[in-house]
């Protein structure tokens, strides 16, 4: 298996946010459907010709409502079939509607996460490890993609505060880093070289400890589904989508500012913060509007997503401009 370097993939196939695959190759090939023959269009491909939201799962138990969660009244959630099947999972594939056709491979029982680097609690810990006294809370929060679409989401999830503090960092950590499952097996999106597999994300520990900063286990009151990034991923309501790294399998803390996957495969045009900024333009396009997902006319999209009376304090004095 040859895996292209970033920097020997040419520039075009970065530009779209995404590599152009032949779509119904792809997904016949994901999906183990044998190629029909010429002019023959199989049953399969109408099939799959949109997204598929998810089956409905096991419903979560003890899941508190929260404070920090927008009210009804705030904003409309996006609903289970539009969270479901419209989703960025580059591993199942770069079109919107890939991963709801084949995350359902995904092998998410059991799941264990690697918790390593300067903390005090190394180790390798089970998703039932993770969760034990933990309380699952839903959080409504707004998504903002950076590429200037939203939704708004009904999480279940918990602090990721919680599980830093029962991993005691060590004074040495400044920085959290995220790593996801990579398997050959089930993700046909990581034999394309559109990013350098494993997806990695960061956070400065103190965003990390930020109330809102959560790791999700469901949706809707019900077990997180595959192409949401189950069973555990990280959602970070005042930033890009991007940040939200699914199917988490590693955790390490660092002295050191973690590279991103997507700063590292076009540097000038994402970076390591990735706060939502209506005021600081992608290179290609503008981020002062987005488009909700069921919605017609755009709407402007808000400064640090509509979070900024809670997180701008974890900013003060930094350039938001060049530090993008
Ligand atoms: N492992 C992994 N995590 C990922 C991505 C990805 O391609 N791979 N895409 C990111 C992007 S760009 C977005 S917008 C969100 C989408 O999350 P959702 O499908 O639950 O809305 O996941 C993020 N996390
Ligand atoms: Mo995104």
Redesign the pocket.
Known sequence: MLIKKPADIPYSEVTD?KLYVNRRDFIRAAAGVAAAGAGVVSISETLFAAGQPAPHGRKLDGVKKSPLSLAPEQEKANTWDQ?TS??????FGTDKDS?SLVANKLKTEPWSVQVEGECAKKGNYSLDDILKGVALEERIYR?R???AWS?V?PWVGFPISELIKKAEPTAKAKFIEFT??VDYATMPGVRQPV?RW??V?GLRLDEAMHPLAILAVGLYGEVLPK???APL?LVVPWK????????IVRIRFTDRQPMNSWQESAPQEYGFYSNVNPNVDHPRWSQASERRIGEFFKRKTLMFNGYADQVQGLYAGLDLKRNY
């Open positions: 946010h969270i419209y989703n960025n999972y580059y591993e991963p998504h993609c950076v590429e939704m989401i996801t499952l990013l494993p997806y994300e192409q949401n990034g991923r890009y989508g991007f940040k939200g790294a699914k199917s």
